[in-house]
């Protein structure tokens, strides 16, 4: 297995020690641009409920927990080593059950329908393996005018680097609003930038109209 396919595969799904040592640290790292980005569009209120599909450290999990009072947010992750350093990192803040980080596929999880303010992903939406079954999902979670949000990289930027793309599915700015406008309950969509240092960062940002979620 050449490294490519190998640092994709951790990527996609971080594990041992070199998940635990090294894609904790890229993580961290190389997501923080997009991170701010995420949380300042996101706009997190006091009393918000929230998930977050993919919670890797759970670095972006526990800034958005230290601006909850009577809200609260909850983190899934497949990786069992994401949650483990996940858990390590918001021991105070599960303590008090502000934060609830669980292990599982989000799309083989069981959730309640309408019940959450607002649901956000940071570049995981190359991984999912229908993505227009997961966002579906999401969208069914979310309150009425409830916000979803994937942060993410374009296409013609991710193709420069050194990814394996049998790993990585990589979306232009078009096919994300795409994915997004599939599904109708959604009564707005939009896709805002910001330039970083090495990248542009991009959130697709979707609310849920007054419907009720699917059954």
Not at 31 to 57: M, Y
Not at 64 to 90: C, P, Q, Y
Not at 119 to 141: H, Q, R
């Amino acid at each position: 297995m050449g490294f490519s396919t190998y640092f994709s595969k951790q990527a996609k799904k971080p594990s041992g020690i070199f998940g635990r040592l090294f894609m904790s640290r890229i993580f961290d790292k190389g997501n923080l641009e997009l991170n701010n980005f995420v949380i300042e569009t996101l706009a997190i209120k006091k009393s918000d409920h929230v998930l977050e599909i993919g919670c890797g450290t759970g670095s972006l999990l526990k800034r958005i927990a230290n601006e909850l009072e009577n809200g609260s947010i909850e983190g899934i992750d497949f990786s069992k080593t994401m949650i483990s350093v996940a858990k390590n990192k918001n021991k105070r803040h599960v303590l008090k059950k502000k934060a609830i980080i669980r292990l599982g596929n989000f799309d083989e999880l069981r959730f309640e329908n309408n019940s959450y303010d607002k649901i956000f992903s940071v570049n995981t939406i190359y991984f999912w393996n229908n993505p227009v079954s997961t966002i579906s999902k999401a969208i069914d979670l979310l309150k009425a005018d409830g916000m979803m949000v994937l942060g993410f990289h374009s296409k013609d930027e991710m193709e420069r680097m050194d990814l394996d793309e049998n790993i990585f599915q990589l979306y232009s700015l078009q096919d994300v609003r795409n994915l997004l406008k599939t599904d109708k309950i959604l009564k707005e969509v939009e896709i805002i930038s910001k330039k970083g240092q090495d990248k542009v960062n991009y959130c697709a940002i979707g609310i849920k109209g007054n419907q009720e979620g699917r059954l």
